[in-house]
């Protein structure tokens, strides 16, 4: 399995989810810069987390410009899987690959801290080693994470089953009590159409090490390297 991880200016989690992935995979990830125009062959594309330009204008807005977005876009049209996390999903949402917008989190504060995730389906690359509704604890670290959008997108992504995760309690219970950020109907996650790119703000990568306290997010990078070995 092939996989590349590309790099803005202010990206600050390149290099976790790279360890992560080779944790998962025994295969060191290429770091691609992002005024690079050409992707090496890859199975699997990753926005890490950061401030890509200082989340100037609009987290993400800058960087969905930047020469390989346009390499991004062509191999997520061909089936490529492409992964965003945090500043990642921000971009991803910018650049049009995913539906909705990021705004500014409801209490319009930085949130740094461990929050439960329920997971969705398990019928895709990136959960296949999940059982539907299972409780995770991961740590999320961001301004705008607040997930929005109109009430048609809204009930398209419900009704075909693009959630991929949702902000929960202890026990799975999804409420505005629950909430991380203010997103619209707790969710921390979402699909493209072909369930083959996907965008979260939770940092799954810094769950992966005993170090990191807990290990609930090694599962999710195993699955994916074995589905997409």
């Not at 290099?15 to 699997?44: C, F, I, M």
């Not at 490529?80 to 971009?91: E, P, R, S, T």
Request: net charge negative; with cysteine.
């Amino acid at each position: 399995m092939k996989t590349c991880v590309i790099v803005f200016p202010g990206s600050n989690r390149e290099r976790d989810v790279a360890r992560a992935l080779q944790a998962a995979s025994g295969k060191v990830p290429a770091l691609v810069w992002h005024g690079d125009s050409e992707l090496p062959p890859s199975d699997l594309i990753v926005l890490p987390g950061g401030f890509s330009y200082g989340d100037y204008l609009r987290s993400g807005a800058i960087a969905a410009h930047s020469p390989i977005m346009q390499a991004v876009k062509r191999e997520a049209t061909r089936g490529v899987a492409v992964l965003g996390i945090c500043n990642g999903f921000q971009i991803l949402v910018e650049s049009g690959l995913l539906p909705g917008s990021l705004i500014r989190n409801a209490e319009l504060r930085f949130q740094c801290r461990t929050v439960h995730l329920k997971v969705g389906r398990t019928d895709t690359i990136f959960t296949s080693h999940y059982n539907e509704g299972d409780i995770l604890r991961i740590p999320i670290a961001h301004a705008d994470g607040n997930y929005a959008a109109d009430p048609d997108t809204l009930a398209r992504i419900e009704g075909e089953g693009h959630v991929a995760f949702r902000y929960c309690g202890d026990l799975g219970g999804v409420s505005a009590a629950t909430n991380a950020n203010g997103s619209v109907n707790n969710i921390a996650g979402v699909y493209n159409d072909n369930h083959r790119v996907l965008g979260l703000m939770p940092h799954l990568e810094d769950a992966v090490e005993p170090l990191h306290g807990n290990t609930e997010g090694a599962k999710f990078f195993s699955g994916l390297v074995e589905s997409l070995a």
